[in-house]
């Protein structure tokens, strides 16, 4: 009878491709393991888990709506139904171990693991962890971390500094420059940039690119404009008009542009330079393919830890940074300047790339499966769990 593992968690690509890259490093150790992801109704996994060739099945729980305290009533019943609906489908599935990655999801899931005395891993990307994993951490078999100093959160001797887990198609990808622009529809000869705000978008980056979009064209550069869904309908009428020019006619270098980026491999292989967010897991992504990166970090980030994530890679002058606050004023031109500056575009790369973690999927899915032991019990822990593996 094969191996059943759980993992359990989404809401953002930083929580779902993590996810997909453990779960693809477990069936590379022992193709014979089934795995079950559970997420939230409604949210992105529902939709990104299948694409990836896995079996989801969603519960009804949704996070804390600080915008509209009135959208709350209803989160306690949504909570009671999520933990029966938990019950089931561990009773049905009989995991050994459940995995949690992060997002509303989770909690439930490995709760209610823990009161069955199920082993239980947590993957927490970001410096600072998140309240629902802090809580789980007392009762986890193990804390896959991606830094050190996380004993503030969560027991020593079960932390496991492994890395952010980076998917397979961006680890692995071969796809030439040449390709990659042409399959945005853009000229190889020309100089790209690549704006990605993150599976959701980013409204201060979003905001920047439209006020300036004329500028890209005016200095000879194409652009991919990743948006998010709530700022796809605007940036397309804005490319569009953008497009035919005053006269009507096509107005400078290409813009393609999209809620989302199914493929981005490409994406990256396409860019000369790069905009973005600074969570966990877009650095960890932007050190693999080793990008002259523009940080712009997301301002309302728990302990501001997105600007603690770009601050400490522009002190090791391995990327830039722009403030949300000035983002409008500043973060075009900041872009144009890096694609002029050829020599500070190789000193971003060279010194991003050393950063890289490629393998930080395969030494989780090595330590659950050395954590869970033979079929049916826990391997006892001997070893020194805050190491690099």
């Known amino acids: 009878m094969s191996r059943r593992i759980i993992i359990a968690g989404g809401g953002t690509g930083g929580h ?83 995995i949690g990655v992060g997002g509303y999801s989770s909690f439930p899931v490995l709760r209610a693991a823990q009161a069955r005395g199920i082993p239980t891993f947590i993957h927490e990307s970001n410096s600072f962890a998140g309240k629902s994993n802090i809580l789980l951490g007392k009762k986890a078999t193990r804390i896959f971390v991606a830094s050190d100093g996380m004993e503030k959160f969560f027991p020593a001797g079960r932390i496991v500094i492994t890395g952010n887990p980076v998917r397979q198609s961006i680890v692995q990808s071969n796809v030439s420059r040449e390709e990659a622009i042409r399959h945005f529809g853009l000229d190889p000869s020309g100089s790209v940039v690549l704006s990605t705000g993150g599976s959701l978008g980013a409204k201060g980056i979003n905001l920047a690119i439209a006020a300036h979009l004329d500028e890209f064209g005016k200095h000879d550069i194409q652009l991919i404009w990743q948006t998010g869904k709530p700022f796809a309908a605007e940036a397309t009428a804005l490319v569009a008009a953008h497009a035919m020019g005053a006269a009507g006619k096509l107005a400078g270098p290409g813009i393609w542009t999209n809620d989302f980026i199914p493929q981005m491999e490409y994406a990256f292989a396409a860019a000369d330079v790069v905009i973005s967010r600074s969570g966990a897991m877009s650095i960890a992504e932007l050190c693999v393919v080793a990008k002259p990166v523009v940080f712009v970090p997301f301002p309302f980030a728990a302990e501001d830890h997105q600007t ?82």
């Open 16 to 98: 779902i491709f993590p996810a997909i890259a453990i779960a693809g490093a477990l069936q590379k150790i022992d193709s014979s393991i089934e795995l079950l992801f559970v997420g939230a109704k409604g949210k992105m996994e529902m939709e990104k888990i299948p694409q990836a060739g896995y079996r989801i099945e969603g519960i009804d729980i949704a996070g804390f709506n600080r915008s509209s305290l009135i959208k709350n009533i209803g989160l306690p019943f949504k909570l009671i139904k999520s933990f029966f609906q938990v019950g089931r489908i561990l009773r049905d599935f009989r995991p050994e171990a459940v």
């Open 308 to 389: 603690v994530n770009a601050q400490h890679l522009v002190e090791k002058k391995a990327a830039l940074m722009v403030k949300d606050s000035e983002a409008k004023d500043k973060l075009v031109a900041t872009t144009i300047g890096l694609v002029h500056d050829k020599a500070l575009q190789q000193q971003l790369k060279e010194n991003i790339g050393k950063l890289a973690v490629r393998d930080a999927a395969d030494r989780i899915a090595n330590e659950i499966l050395e954590a869970i032991g033979p079929k049916g019990g826990i391997a006892p822990d001997t070893r020194n769990n805050n190491n690099n593996g």
